[in-house]
């Protein structure tokens, strides 16, 4: 199990689908915290530690009752403060034990349950995700990837092992121009600008897009980055991925494609785009998990960098430190992309 730092357990963390959390519990883990998630018939969140207090039985086997969350073993039922509400058994002039489960604080947005693991922290989710419009959404997806969270999202916000990984698909190694990146920080992490491509040579370019006026990666704390594309004709595309790590080896990643000013139904995408997003994924995944094997053979040494790995060091930085480095200044960067 990892040490994660305090801070960590203060942001939050995407851990389902809405649509994947009804009356059945669902059990979900970040951070090495285990949680038992359900919707009670009023429609209520319950997110309880997934233990009983009785005998230690997963809460997440149980089922909804009311407005409470009952264990599968005895019955103990709990309701979304974590308050033992029943004991089944005992006589009407008894008193429960004034025992109590941990809650966590939860919300929805954009398609996914949101859960703060901590007591205390923010109030919210960042502004990134509050700001997107759930109308314009024309995709939502979860995966897991095999990969530490770190490794996991500087895998999706480099540009240059497409040419490679994804070759004849996100971009050829042999058509290369010159571009630079400039690095920005932000309150709530970075924005990388990439400048000198109105287009890209793969595939995916030339069966769904047009001229880009823009192409901007985003990453706010803790673990949502964005690949943002902006069109001559005024449209833009925005794909997000929120990143909650189960364990140190594993990562629940929450996938969304939002769509402004262009038609793409979601239908459309689905049928036509869908095959070769996920044979990117699945590329990655292959990718990350090599890395991740081979990383453990080798005893996790530290790996060489340029300037070209312009989102690592900040990565690093929150997921050792629990918060942003002070010292990251603006800068450009020349690659040939």
């Known amino acids: 199990m990892t040490a994660w730092h305090p801070l960590l357990f203060t942001h939050w963390y995407a851990v389902a689908r809405s649509d994947e959390v009804r009356a059945r519990p669902v059990a979900v883990t970040l951070l090495d915290t285990h949680v038992a998630l359900a919707r009670t018939e009023g429609g209520t969140l319950i997110a309880l530690e997934d233990r009983c207090p009785h005998r230690h039985a997963p809460l997440s086997a149980g089922c909804v009752s009311g407005e409470r969350l009952a264990c ?11 308050r033992l ?33 901590g007591d205390a ?10 700001a997107t419009d759930p109308r314009t959404r024309r995709f939502l997806w979860r995966t897991r990837w095999s990969a530490h969270v770190v490794d996991a999202m500087e895998n999706f916000l480099d540009p240059l092992h497409t040419h490679f ?10 058509q290369r121009v010159q571009a630079t990146a400039r690095f920005s920080p932000t309150d709530t992490g970075f924005t990388v600008d990439y400048r000198g491509m109105p287009s890209q040579s793969g595939l995916l370019y030339r069966l769904f897009e047009s001229e880009r006026t823009a192409e901007r990666a985003h990453f706010a704390a803790p673990g949502s980055a ?4 902006g069109y001559a004709n005024g449209s833009r595309v925005v794909i997000d991925l929120h990143f909650t790590p189960r364990t140190a080896a594993e990562t629940d990643v929450f996938i969304t494609l939002h769509v402004e000013g262009r038609w793409a139904p979601a239908w459309a995408v689905r049928v036509f785009a869908w095959p070769f997003l996920k044979r990117v994924n699945d590329q990655d995944m292959a990718m990350l998990g090599l890395q ?16 070209l790995d312009i989102v690592r060091g900040t990565l690093e ?6 918060e942003l480095p002070t010292d990251a200044p603006a800068h450009d960067v020349r690659m040939m992309l």
Request: hydrophobic letters at 30%; a positive charge; one cysteine or more.
């Open 165 to 174: 990984i994804h070759a004849g698909l996100v971009r050829r190694d042999g």
């Open 292 to 307: 991740a094997r081979n990383k453990h053979r080798f005893g996790q040494r530290k790996g060489a960098s340029t300037s």
């Open 85 to 117: 509400c029943e004991v089944p058994g005992l006589p009407s002039d008894t008193a429960p034990p004034t025992v109590r489960v941990r809650h966590f604080a939860t919300c929805e947005l954009d398609g996914f349950i949101w859960l703060r693991p």
């Open 317 to 322: 930085h929150f997921w050792t430190h629990g």
């Open 121 to 130: 922290g923010a109030d919210q989710p960042h502004a990134m995700i509050r």
């Open 226 to 229: 964005r690949l943002e594309y």
């Open 72 to 82: 599968p073993y005895h019955g103990w039922s709990f309701d979304a403060d974590g």
